[in-house]
């Protein structure tokens, strides 16, 4: 099982509301990563997590508050979100954090802030 | 982190071999060469990667220039589903980020 899962596939949020976006692997890889991608743009790096421990946190806002409750899941908790923070945003895995480790992307999640 | 410079789109005939270029000037001696795409509506997926010789798998081939200033992806027979948005990046052993630049997006004819 090469897949990494993410639920839901489509968020429509006010900028009052608090929700999060789940993602999900089963390959046993102990390094997870949050990437926000904005249309016709590249991934950006939001949060890196080594051994279900934040290791980067490319300085995004406090609004976004990442989780790894275990080494299978990651978890990304929305609360007061911009209507500028409507996106793509990706999870992937990787066997490690060595910079040869292929990551695995999931589908993402296509977040609508109103 | 070394940067990449690629064409912002390019098109192909289905069955041709595509060649996809990518340069790195500032390449430093420890910067391996990755490749990801991403499909219409998907998370961006590994392609290939190498450091000095050229690599086959697959998927693909990366053809690695003498003085590693540039790199090429090869797809040797290009389908419709090719079309994509090809990434090329570096990586070394300082860090462990994936840095994604603008990209190329590939648009395949029948």
């Known amino acids: 099982d090469t897949e990494v899962t993410q639920t839901p596939k489509h968020l429509v949020m006010g900028m009052t509301n608090k929700k999060s976006l789940k993602c999900e692997q089963h390959m046993g890889h102990r390094a997870m990563y949050w990437y926000k991608q904005k249309a016709k743009k590249p991934p950006e790096l939001m949060f890196v997590y080594s051994y279900e421990k934040l290791s980067i946190n490319e300085s995004v806002p406090s609004r976004f508050s990442p989780e790894c409750p275990n080494s299978s899941l990651l978890n990304l908790h929305l609360h007061a979100l911009q209507p500028e923070d409507s996106a793509l945003y990706l999870c992937a895995s990787s066997r490690g954090t060595s910079f040869l480790d292929e990551q695995y992307f999931g589908p993402g999640t296509r977040l609508t802030v109103t | 982190d070394a940067k990449t410079t690629q064409p912002n789109s390019m098109e192909s005939n289905e069955e041709e071999p595509v060649h996809l270029p990518c340069n790195h000037s500032t390449i430093s001696g420890t910067d391996y060469i990755h490749w990801y795409r991403q499909l219409p509506s998907q998370g961006p997926e590994y392609v290939i990667h190498?450091?000095?010789s050229n690599v086959n798998n697959r998927m693909a081939s990366l053809a690695i220039a003498e003085d590693r200033k540039s790199s090429t992806l090869i797809l040797h027979r290009a389908t419709l589903r090719d079309a994509a948005v090809y990434y090329c990046i570096l990586k070394n052993t300082g860090g462990f980020k994936t840095i994604f630049g603008a990209g190329t997006r590939l648009f395949v004819k029948a």
């Open positions: 190498g450091l000095t």
